[in-house]
């Protein structure tokens, strides 16, 4: 079946530090890859997302690049800031159509210190 | 923007309370989902449905129920409340999940005492 690793956490950053964290995935085909953020006290919001092999999506200064030569969708930015202190998802799809499932990751939590 | 709204923030109930858990989408979307989230568990999916009066099993459906009435509104039950069934439970909704992922209630925190 689908799964969806994430690097352990938690992660404690200063401000204007560089971010990775790590995702990779088991699927079989060409699945779609996102990362959610959840800020405290919130719902989940979609970050960016990758429909196909070597799309990268950007959002909010967050990049991540699709490479199925790794399995991997690892999120990154080059500066983080206090406000980006949250939970980060990394998830899956399958190209089933409209009537498709999200697998999840585990969540890794950052907290940037000013 | 589509709103996914979830009829409560926070629940408390006692054990075995029969539990309701609404929410309401306003984009009509086809899809709609219950995960609960643990903290080093992540998102598990509880239950789902296509359609109307469809509904699927997720990964952990035992203890739960939903219904779906209506195109917008999505149910879901403890038929009878436990203590292992406290958590944050999330609804989301989606009309093409693959290309466009999902969109996010904000969530039903549940104590069961």
């Known amino acids: 079946g689908n799964s969806v690793t994430q690097m352990e956490g938690p992660v404690t950053l200063s401000e204007e530090a560089f971010l990775t964290i790590n995702c990779t995935y088991t699927?079989?085909?060409?699945?779609?890859l996102f990362w959610y953020v959840q800020y405290p006290g919130e719902g989940l919001q979609l970050l960016l997302k990758?429909?196909?092999?070597?799309d990268k999506g950007s959002n909010k200064g967050f990049e991540a690049t699709y490479r199925k030569e790794t399995t991997s969708f690892h999120l990154e930015k080059g500066s983080v800031q206090v406000s980006d202190s949250a939970v980060y998802f990394c998830?899956?799809?399958?190209?089933?159509?409209?009537?498709?499932?999200?697998?999840f990751g585990k969540g890794i939590t950052l907290s940037v210190r000013p | 923007d589509v709103k996914v709204t979830q009829s409560s923030r926070y629940l408390v109930k006692r054990t075995g309370e029969k539990v309701f858990l609404e929410c309401v989408q306003d984009?009509?979307?086809?899809?709609m989902f219950w995960y609960r989230q643990d903290p080093g568990l992540g998102l598990r999916l509880i239950y789902f449905?296509?359609?109307?009066?469809?509904?699927e099993k997720g990964d952990i459906p035992e203890g739960y129920s939903v219904s779906r009435e209506k195109k917008e509104r999505f149910s879901l039950i403890l038929e009878s409340a436990s203590t292992n069934q406290t958590s944050m439970y999330l609804c989301?909704?989606?009309?093409?999940?693959?290309?466009?992922?999902?969109?996010f209630g904000s969530g039903t925190r549940l104590t069961v005492v």
């Open positions: 989301a909704s989606s009309w093409d999940g693959a290309n466009y992922g999902y969109t």
């Open positions: 699927a079989t085909g060409y699945p779609s």
């Open positions: 990758a429909t196909k092999a070597d």
């Open positions: 998830a899956l799809s399958q190209h089933t159509g409209a009537n498709s499932k999200l697998t």
């Open positions: 984009m009509d979307h086809e899809n």
């Open positions: 449905s296509y359609d109307v009066k469809m509904k």
